[in-house]
């Protein structure tokens, strides 16, 4: 597929070092890194598949996973003291995801300081939603990594025999783009899930997709989640959505 797409919302490896972390409640001072090097692997894998443009510092981290992983996997030697080879080979990364983790966390305040801000001179919210007839609850808006974990969900259930199927129609992302912006005209709100659902086949299923990145990149449509790392509905880009950064504030299991 000759598609390359590059999100202005796209975060780095230490974004989705930190998402797989909470995603799963691991402790992230006792990180189980065979596990998380896997998974990291598998997102890795999808972003190359769908073309999204991935930094080179993505791969980077692919690499130092690997390294402590193999370190990881090395006996213990026994003798006095503690040798620069026995020091949790995880200790550095833990450290920075720390660090990154305070900054965002810092970021996002700051952030939501400048939201409440812009608020100051303008019509208080209950009379403005009650003049536009518009329910305000509260969304949490999915991340990259949200969208991609649903895209692999989609390939898993799709049936074995449909890998074999010969693809008769091109599905173009422009195609994409006009269908997902055609039912939420009839429909004010897509489950994504339920959008892969009706794809055709798994190409379809990677279209489809794209289109809903397309869409992203362009501020159509807003991906949301009701809860963090619950299912994503989309929605045309008029909705009141928390930063991502928000999520951030989770505590450590």
Do not use: C, W
């Not at 209950?126 to 329910?135: H, L, Q, V």
């Not at 449509?221 to 880009?237: K, M, T």
């Amino acid at each position: 597929m000759n598609y390359k797409i590059k999100l202005e919302v796209f975060e780095g490896p230490l974004d989705l070092l930190l998402y797989l972390v909470k995603k799963d409640h691991l402790n992230i001072y006792d990180i189980p890194i065979a596990k998380v090097t896997d998974q990291y692997l598998q997102y890795l894998n999808l972003m190359q598949l769908l073309d999204l443009n991935v930094a080179g510092e993505f791969l980077v981290m692919a690499a130092t996973l690997m390294q402590i992983k193999s370190k990881m996997l090395l006996p213990v030697e026994e003798g006095e003291g503690v040798t620069e080879e026995q020091i949790d080979p995880r200790e550095e990364l833990v450290k920075r995801l720390l660090e990154y983790e305070k900054f965002k966390e810092i970021a996002g305040s700051l952030r939501q300081k400048e939201v409440e801000q812009q608020e100051v001179f303008k019509r208080p919210k209950m009379e403005e939603a009650k003049e536009i007839g518009e329910d305000k609850d509260t969304y949490f808006e999915a991340s990259i990594f949200d969208l991609i974990n649903a895209f692999s969900k989609a390939l898993k259930d799709i049936p074995k025999e449909v890998f074999y199927e010969v693809i008769k129609d091109k599905f173009t992302v422009e195609e994409a783009v006009h269908k997902i912006l055609h039912l939420l005209l009839v429909k004010p709100e897509l489950r994504l899930s339920e959008l892969f659902k009706q794809a055709k086949n798994k190409m379809e299923i990677v279209v489809t997709f794209l289109g809903v990145l397309e869409l992203i990149r362009m501020k159509e449509i807003v991906a949301r989640q009701s809860e963090l790392f619950q299912e994503i509905d989309i929605v045309r880009n008029k909705e009141n959505i928390i930063p991502y950064d928000g999520r951030d504030q989770a505590e450590h299991t």
